[in-house]
């Protein structure tokens, strides 16, 4: 008998994805180890990591907030100012070097550059470009708002038991003469573009693994309790410098960062991968959970993701909800605001409804439940008309539309047009 034989269903294509409905594909992750409801989890990284975070707290779990919304914020107002995005105001951390840097300044093995873009008389902060979308008042302000990010994201490192990093771009610019990073292009944002100043850098993979594990394993050092879980964002770039075609540069990119967090995973026990990029990229999803641009995840991506992550995780590490990680909300079944109903058994039967008549007069025939049925199968034409009736209702009622939108390289996008 050869090893084929006797493994689970879920080790074949066929069983495991192309004989299922690409919503009832399920296991696709195997935790290492356990995420608790009162453990702190810190997210950062690129644009994708901020839907975990929100994902978390929203489920009950301990997202940390390293830097919360300061008091009197709008919810406009914080989402503006990038308040509440990631654990600390860091903006996105799209490469390894830039962690790397982020943890050079939080342990003081290094201090941030003297550097500032001005423009119009405001301040703009060279490594947290979009933070403040009018730029700062002053240079002293931008000098103290940084270094209270700075001390946030010391704080995630030291206290959170958990630490999510989505790997986002190989793709980086650095300052020639000093060598340190820039999160976007200088003067696409802000600031000037110097070619003499300012040098494209494509990072391959054995720069990427390296620096990433001395970088996880420095952290450890600080936080021996601490445990990794790396994600890869699955938006594509919004351009690149690498001389390929942007669908070809987007592809090598991810590949690489993919197989880096998969190799990393393997390598050290306190890290683990989970499959988000997989879930929202791969072939059996047919391109569901992306908007119109092919770029942007939508809403129902997001969840689907969230709903796999939760589901695996509670598979292999079931949920323990104790009192006090309990959200508050009334008892049941002898809720106070809601008298007591009889017995199920003392209600009376409810009287059997007749068959609706469809629009033609004609009794509707008996069908399975939609959306998985057997006689019909999903397409992405079917999903994309479903989408777009949800937003239609949501539209009627008045309801606004859940903000799930992905916070990304736009601005960059929206300058190059303008030089066009």
């Known amino acids: 008998m050869h090893p084929y034989a006797s493994l689970d269903e879920r080790f074949f294509w066929s069983s495991a994805v192309a004989k299922r409905n690409m919503f009832d594909i399920e296991g696709l992750w195997e935790p290492k180890f356990s995420i ?21 707290a929203a489920n ?17 107002s914080a989402k503006k100012f990038n308040y509440g995005v990631f654990s600390a105001r860091t903006g996105n951390i799209y490469t390894v070097s830039l962690l790397k840097q982020w943890v050079d300044w939080a342990t003081r093995a290094s201090s941030p550059p003297a550097e500032v873009w001005e423009k119009d008389g405001r301040y703009f902060d060279p490594f947290r470009p979009n933070i403040e979308p009018e730029g700062f008042e002053s240079r002293e302000e931008l000098v103290r708002s940084r270094q209270a990010a700075i001390d946030a994201f010391r704080a995630a490192l030291t206290g959170s038991s958990v630490f999510v990093f989505t790997l986002g771009l190989t793709e ?73 075609h942007v669908l070809v540069a987007t592809m090598e990119s991810k590949s690489v960062l993919r197989a880096v967090a998969g190799m990393v995973a393997r390598q050290l026990d306190f890290a683990d991968y989970f499959p988000s990029y997989e879930i929202i990229s791969s072939t059996p999803f047919r391109g569901t959970f992306f908007e119109a641009n092919q770029r942007s995840v939508n809403h129902a991506g997001v969840e689907h993701v969230m709903r796999s992550f939760f589901a695996c995780l509670g598979a292999k590490f079931p949920f323990e909800e104790t009192a006090a990680e309990r959200i508050d909300r009334p008892n049941r079944p002898n809720r106070p605001d809601r008298a007591d109903r009889p017995n199920r058994a003392d209600r009376p039967n409810r009287p059997e409804r007749p068959n609706r008549p469809n629009r033609i007069g004609a009794q509707a025939p008996d069908r399975p439940n939609g959306p998985n049925r057997p006689d019909r199968p999903d397409t992405p034409e079917r999903i994309a008309r479903r989408l777009e009736r949800q937003a239609a209702r949501r539209a009627a009622t008045g309801q ?3 903000s799930d939108e992905v916070v990304c390289e736009e601005e960059l996008l929206n300058a190059f047009a303008r030089t066009k």
């Open 36 to 56: 608790g409801r009162t453990m702190q989890v810190a997210t950062f990284g690129s644009c994708f990591a901020q839907h975990i975070g929100r994902a978390l």
């Open 60 to 76: 009950g779990f301990n997202w940390m907030l390293a830097e919360p919304t300061p008091p009197g914020l709008s919810a406009e």
């Open 172 to 244: 980086s610019w650095v300052n020639k003469r000093h060598g340190y990073e820039y999160p976007m292009c200088p003067g696409t944002v802000a600031g000037e573009f110097d070619a003499l100043e300012h040098e494209f850098v494509n990072q391959d993979f054995p720069t990427i693994r390296k620096t990433l594990v001395d970088t996880l394993k420095r952290v450890k050092q600080l936080n021996p309790d601490i445990r990794f879980l790396l994600t890869v964002s699955p938006v594509p770039l919004t351009a690149t410098m690498s001389g390929n």
């Open 400 to 402: 606004p539309a859940k």
